[in-house]
């Protein structure tokens, strides 16, 4: 398994502001993805965090909102980006550990609300 | 695409009672698929996994079993505590696929004494 950790673990932000969230986990790991979840809702992957190269996004999310930094094998950021109340959400990183196929480990979030 | 569907909650059950939640998917192949548990004020934590037909995935006595036929993972337990409310969410991927979570709804489970 793997520990990971997020900061911060909560936010309220005004709107037209930006947050950055931070993840780090204890070992080094294959994959790191940010996902998001919105009230009352199940996860929504927003993208896999590409060590030293730009992150790859799924339909509906675009680097410019959501830009992603993964500088090292285990850590990355997000940001969220000219905040509005919409984004009030949960953010999650997760991991896929080195040896692992399938299995990926959740840190414990990111409650972000947008005033 | 992939899909998955779970049944609709809250679930509300006396301890030491019986459950089921149902979870069917929809996929092009044959997906690893899994459970995973939301604890009040927690982030996911992985409860169980299969990878293949057949398989079933067990861990703190909850069971779910890989069934391609009826492409379902319903997750099950003999006798449910207090401690076990929580939010279950059962999900998909394919590995080679970007390894790509995708998540059913999630289902309620309040157990009461």
């Known amino acids: 398994s793997a520990v990971i950790s997020q900061k911060p673990s909560r936010d309220i932000c005004q709107r037209g502001t930006s947050l950055t969230i931070q993840c780090q986990v204890d070992?080094?790991?294959?994959?790191m993805f940010w996902y998001r979840q919105q009230p009352g809702q199940s996860l929504t992957l927003i993208a896999t965090a590409n060590q030293g190269s730009e992150a790859t996004y799924e339909s509906g999310f675009v680097i410019d909102k959501f830009p992603i930094s993964r500088p090292n094998l285990t850590f990355s950021t997000l940001t969220v980006s000219n905040m509005s109340p919409e984004d009030s959400s949960i953010y999650l990183c997760?991991?896929?550990?080195?040896?692992?196929?399938?299995?990926?480990?959740f840190g414990p979030g990111t409650r972000l609300t947008v005033l | 695409g992939n899909s998955v569907t779970q049944m609709e909650g809250p679930v509300t059950l006396s301890e030491e009672a019986f459950l089921t939640i149902n979870c069917t998917y929809t996929a092009t192949g044959y997906p690893s698929l899994f459970w995973y548990v939301q604890y009040p004020g927690e982030g996911l934590q992985l409860l169980l996994k299969a990878t293949k037909a057949d398989d079933k995935g067990s861990n703190k006595g909850f069971e779910a079993t890989y069934r391609k036929e009826t492409t379902s993972f319903h997750l099950e337990k003999g006798s449910v505590q207090v401690s076990d409310s929580a939010v279950y969410f059962c999900?998909?991927?394919?590995?080679?696929?970007?390894?790509?979570?995708?998540f059913g709804t999630g289902t309620q489970l309040k157990v009461e004494l």
């Open positions: 070992s080094q790991v294959t994959m």
């Open positions: 999900a998909l991927m394919f590995t080679g696929g970007g390894n790509k979570l995708t």
């Open positions: 997760s991991v896929r550990p080195a040896g692992s196929t399938d299995t990926q480990y």
